[in-house]
Each structure stands twice: as structure tokens, then as C-alpha cells.
């Protein structure tokens, strides 16, 4: 499989400021793949998700996306290819109903307004929110709204779409449905590169691949067993084990592997 | 939540809710200008008034639109009215003097104020109408469009038009941040409705400045937002709304202009009602 | 300490007839660490609301020991600030009420609105800071430039120095990592060993099964139940009633109690008490 994402000795800090939030970083991403970025507050996740959109301009170290190196003059021939869910439902709902948010990025993309009801509905509905196309963003809840968030990203057409904690301010019922609507689009469609950024240990554990992050370094990355297999590790940066894991241990330690057999 | 004081939308198919924005733009022009005419004597003017108070109900009714909220919206002009009679009544000296105890009234107070009051509240019903038929959304995009001239002198009309929508977009969302920061800091013992002006003005210091701080956090996001989707305001977008000038239109564009010329040709003849 | 509620109803203004808060009633007495749980738009928000006057009944009453909330009744409002000294609300995301130039400043903000002299109101807020895990390093810092966990840190802060006997907390922990999540637990459960009472909305189920000593569960503004959270979460009948998702430890619970291990559900609150049990009954 193709590289979608290269990063090579990335390095980032705030003007003004010595200390690096992202310290000599490189990763590259498959094409089809879902990766997770697991680490405490502060480690430099979110950061690291504006640079590879480019909000962030990078000083040290170069980022291929799609081969094309990501600079100002490839920016948007490479915004065609990913797009971003924030962490904030409320902030990023432009329209003032789902369907005139959707409508958003197709007028930016110049799509002739016959055109648009169609696409709209056909996004609509793969995010299960075609009932709601009339509704505006405070009848909806947050779970709600980042679906449409999700329904805007498809709209354009992309191929990579990064999570950045889209699931951190909702409630378990929100976080499982966008969860499961972004393994299902994964499926769906093998051309589509998910990445996803995360406190939620459960939710990495489901992922193909993690990538720990822990004071602007990568400290640790591969399949999610063999990640958490170094739980110890894990806490020692802040991080968890999934309570699947953590029972499993205990359970391991305590020897009662009898009650281990299914699941 | 919204108390806008021209009224709030009104969810509703009827006639009035299909009509191009525009075009009610252009009608409520028309039919207020109508208004302020002088016609040929006071009883013409009354009886058009009276006409066109008739036609706003019937469109109040059509709209779906309840009488009650035109009270309501008369509500806080009671005291301006009662003022202007004062004013009036102080400084009119034409007209039939009429006795009221040792007090000299002219008629013509009254008729003034009579003439301020009907035409506010005919102003205020029309424009209660075009509120509650056009989402606040599709009226920016109206204006937008009668403001496109002021592009030939490089006014960035369409870029005005996308920070009012966005306003809109997120004026609720606003004032449920002030609700709920006004109740953390309710929870730290400010008090938002008594004390003395030094405590009033630290009550609302701790408003002002966490609903600032937030409200340029959320900017900022939402300017990342618009970005990563493409936005940028100098590139050509299409349009997803687009106002259309429809079948409805064209029955009631007539409709309006007749109105309008007869109420011109009324004024302008001084027809009166004893010719 | 007790909080009463009698049949409290509420409804929000300008909405449909349908009751936020429907007919509640219930008692919490003595020392408590009470959850409050239920899916999005149950009423939990509304009820806690309740608990400082922030909002009123619109039909029955709330006490708060000799305190009386009724229906909008323009009380002294010199009493509800004493009833606000001795609640202490911590609402969602709690970083956004911060507005003082210095950390110290706006801890200390609290306890000088009730009337506390300023140097107490320091040592006050100094002492706080000093729980909730905030260095001398940051006193002087501005909230502003202070990273999201630590803002939230300062803000919970700022209700625990006003010293209250009740704490409110509306889902403390959401949007934390899992460090600072268990930090956060820690620190309400050593106030609850000070001999404070808590109360907190939470979604997870599992912090509600591990360290509340009663859960309210609500239900489209009804409340449901009343119960230890052992007595509620082990009883599958009230789960389902409640529409409630299971908490993580339930799952091993029954398949050991399927296993025939004759397990005392009452004494499994987390993954150690729940070893704990299995051996007892493995020595049994």
C-alpha cells in the first residue's frame, strides 16, 4: 500500500517560546489505514493535526501528503485531499440548518447549485442524518453535529480526514455512534485514511494502528495489543490500558484465567 | 431564547412564506411609503388606513402570524405614544379648541398623535410580517442582493453578507454561553442584580471577560473551519440559496404595484370623497 | 447536612409542555457522595441547578437544611447567597468562568464575594490550589496562558475555597485524559474523606459504581431510583427501566457469577474489590 502520509524530522515550536511541543517527529501513514494518536494533555496530538492541515506553518522537517510536499503553494491541492472534525461541535457548524451546512464546502467548491441538493442528501444519509436537513445546530445534540461535521468532510471528496478529539465533549451515546460511523465509512470505502486523535483508550484499541505520543516525541507505535501490552509504560506517560485490559491483567495476575475464555 | 423586537420566524408553508425575499423587500418599501402619502383630507387619509389595516390582518391570517405578538410588539411603544401626546398637546395650538376643565386641548394634538400612532402600528405590523415569513438567513441574502451595486465601488458586499449570516448563525449559541457563565459565577457568589455600582461593575467584569476570552476561541476556530472547508473570501463560490422569483411573485408583484399607484394616483389628484 | 426535594416540577420557559424536572422527590442525608445519572436531556443539569437556587420549582420545593427554595418567591437574597456558600456548583468545562489577571486572584474571587476578609480569602485560595495539584509556580500566571486541564484545575479550585459543605459537580472529568481523569477522582473522593458531601452528573458508569455511595438515576425528568449504586447497577430489571448502559465491570461480574462463584455483589465496586471477592469465594 502507497504512503497517503509521510512526516520526516518534523520539529515545532511556538515563536516566542524554547520549549519544542513537537521534537523531531516522523511517521508515515498507509493508504486505507486507521491510526490513533494516544497522549496526555499537552503532548502535542493537536498540534501535529493543524500542521499536517497546514494551519500551522512548520519551520523544521517536511510532510508529504499524497507526495506532494506541503507547503504554501501546494496548501490547496493538498486541502482537497484531507479535511479535519475539531473537537468542538458548536465551532465549526457554519450553516444555519445541516443542509446549508453541508452546502458550505460545495459552494466553496464551486458545485452548480442543481447539483447541490442531491450530494447533500446523498452525504446526509451516510452519516444517518437525512431527517434532520431542515434542523438547526442548537435542536441537534453534539453527537449530532459532529456527524454533520463528518457529512461536510465526505462532501469534499477527501481522502485522509483527521478526528482531533471530535468525540472529547460527547456524551458516551455521541462518542459510540461517531466511533462506529468512522469504522464504517473505513470499510466502506479502502481508499479512505482515518486518522484519529484520542483520550479514549477503547476507542484507540479498535483502531489498526497507534502512535503514542508523550512530550512532543513519538514514544511508541504499532498494533493496538502490542502497544497496550506495555502497560506500565502507558502509565508512566499518563496514558491507560482499555478496562478490557486492565481486567484481563488483574485477572492474569490473580490467576483466575478461568474466567478469561470467551470474549 | 431570541426576542428579536421585530419578531421571530414563523415556522409555515403559506402563500406569504413562499414569496421571494427580495420581492417582499421591495413590497414593504412600497406599502410603508404608501403610508406616509398625504392624502386629500384627514378622513381619506383615515379610511386607507383603515384599508390597509384590514389587508394586514387578512395577511396576518394567511401567514399564520397570531394578533397577539402584534400587541406585544406595541407593548413598550405605549409610553412613546403617551409622550407624543404630551409634547403634542403643549405645543399644537391649531385646530377646535376644546374645554376639559380649566384645560384648552386642540384637535389637531390629538389628530397628530393620532397620525404617529396609526403609522408606527401599520409600520410595525408590516414589517412583523416580513419577519415571521423570511428567515433572518434568506433576508441577508435578499439584502445582499439590492446591495450589489455598492460592489462597482468595492464594498465587499458578499463578504459583509457572510459575517451577518454567520452572526446569526451564532448568536444563540451566545447567549447560551452568557446564561451559563452568568450562573458559574452566580455559583461564586456574584450578584447580578443588586449591590452597589462597584460590585455591579465587578458582577459584570466577570461576564464580560470569559464570554470575550470565548468568544474569540470560538472565532478562531470557526475561521479554521472555514478554512480547511475551502473557504476564501476573495475566490469565486457558488451559491447554494439562491432567490427565486416564482409564480407567487408574479401574481402579487402586480397586485402591490396597483395598490401602490392607485394610493399615488389618490394623492396625487387629491381625490377626495366628495367629488 | 440534607437536601430535601418535594414533589419539584420545572419547566423551561418557552418550550413545550413537557416537564424538565417531573414530580421529584427524594432525601440525602448525613455524609454522601451522591451520582446523578441518566442520558442526555434526563433533567440532570435542571436538578443540580436546583440544589444553589440557580434555578427554582415551578411547582413544590427544595431544602437544603433549614433552607427553603419554593416556587419563584422573591426571597431575601441575602439568604441565597448563604445558601451558595454552603452549595458550591461546578458546572460543565468549568475553564471558561476564569476572568482575574492571576490565578491566585481568581481562586481568591470566591470567598471575598462571601464576605471573606482578603488575606483569608488568600490563604484560602492558596490552600485549594494546594488540593486541587496547582504549584506556587502558577499563582502569579494568568488563567489565560494556563493549558485546558490546569485551567479546569484552577476553576474547581476556586468553588472548593469558598469552602462549602456540599459540592456540585457536573461531569468533572469530561474531555480530561486519563491521568488527569483519575487525579480529578481522587481529589473529590479525599474531599469526600475530609467530610464533605458530593454530588456529580457523570456518564461513566463505572466512577459512579466505584466511588458514589448513592446514585439518583433519572429518566426524562423523572427520578427512577434512589439506591446504592451496587443495588441499582447488579439489578438488570433496573438497567433496563433506566435505559442505562452497563458499567465496564458488570460484564465480568456476571460471567464469574455464572462460573458459580457465589460472589457478594455489595462488596464489588472496581476491578480490586471485584479480585478480592473472587478469592474470598475461591478460599470459601
Known sequence: MPNVIEVKNLSYCYDNDEKLILDNISFHIQKGEYVTFIGCNGSGKSTLMKILMGLIEIKKGNIYINNLLLNERNLLEIRKHIGIVFQNPDNQFIGATVKDDIAFGLENMCIKQKDMDPLIEEYAAKVGMIEYLDKEPSSLSGGQKQRVAIADALSMNLDIILLDEATAMLDPKGREEIVSLTHKMQKENENLTILNVTHHMEEAFLSDRIIVLNKGKIVLEGKPKDVFAKGDFLKSIGLDLPFSLKMENALKEAGFLNLLGEK | MLNSPLGKYTTSNSFLHRLDPRFKIFALIILMTSIFLEYASRLMDFTYYGFMFCLILILMKIAHIRIKSLFNMMKPMAFMIVFILIINLCVVKTGNPINIFQLTIYSDAIFNTLYTFLRLLLMLALSLILTSTTKPMDLTYALEWYLHPLKFIKIPVHIIAMIISLALRFIPTLLEETEKIMKAQASRGVDFENGSLKEKMRAIISLIIPLFFSSIQRSLELADAMEVRGYDPNAKRTRYRINRFTRVDLIALPIVLILFSCAFLLMYFKINFYL | ?284
Open chain 3, 1 to 284: 447536612m440534607a437536601i430535601t426535594f418535594e414533589n419539584v416540577y420545572y419547566q423551561y420557559k418557552n418550550e413545550d409542555k413537557n416537564y424538565s424536572l417531573n414530580d421529584i422527590t427524594f432525601d440525602l442525608e448525613g455524609h454522601f457522595f451522591a451520582g446523578v445519572i441518566g442520558e442526555t436531556g434526563s433533567g440532570k443539569s435542571t436538578l443540580i441547578q436546583h440544589i444553589n437556587a440557580l434555578l427554582r420549582p415551578s411547582k413544590g420545593l427544595v431544602k437544603i437544611d433549614d433552607f427553603t427554595v419554593q416556587v419563584q418567591n422573591k426571597k431575601k437574597l441575602k439568604k441565597i447567597k448563604e445558601l451558595r456558600k454552603k452549595v458550591g456548583v461546578v458546572f460543565q468545562f468549568p475553564e471558561y468562568q476564569l476572568f482575574e489577571d492571576t490565578v491566585l486572584k481568581d481562586v481568591a474571587f470566591g470567598p471575598k464575594n462571601f464576605n471573606v476578609s482578603k488575606e483569608d480569602a488568600i490563604k484560602k485560595a492558596k490552600k485549594a490550589l494546594k488540593m486541587v495539584g496547582i504549584d506556587e509556580s502558577y499563582y502569579e500566571k494568568s488563567p489565560f496562558e494556563l493549558s485546558g486541564g490546569e485551567r479546569r484545575k484552577v476553576a474547581i479550585a476556586g468553588i472548593i475555597a469558598i469552602e462549602p459543605e456540599i459540592l456540585v459537580l457536573d461531569e468533572p472529568c469530561a474531555g480530561l485524559d486519563p491521568k488527569s481523569s483519575s487525579e480529578m477522582m481522587e481529589l473529590f473522593l479525599n474531599l469526600y474523606n475530609q467530610g464533605l458531601s458530593l454530588i456529580m452528573v457523570s456518564h461513566n458508569m463505572d466512577i459512579v459504581l466505584k466511588y458514589c455511595t448513592k446514585c439518583l438515576v433519572l429518566n426524562r425528568g423523572k427520578l427512577l431510583y434512589n439506591l446504592k449504586p451496587t443495588e441499582f447497577f447488579y439489578n438488570e430489571m433496573y438497567l433496563n427501566t433506566a435505559k442505562i448502559n452497563e458499567p465496564n465491570l458488570l460484564y465480568y461480574v456476571k460471567m464469574a457469577l455464572k462460573k458459580n462463584y457465589k460472589l457478594d455483589v455489595n462488596n464489588i465496586k472496581d476491578i480490586s474489590s471485584f479480585i478480592l471477592e473472587l478469592k474470598r469465594c475461591k478460599n470459601a
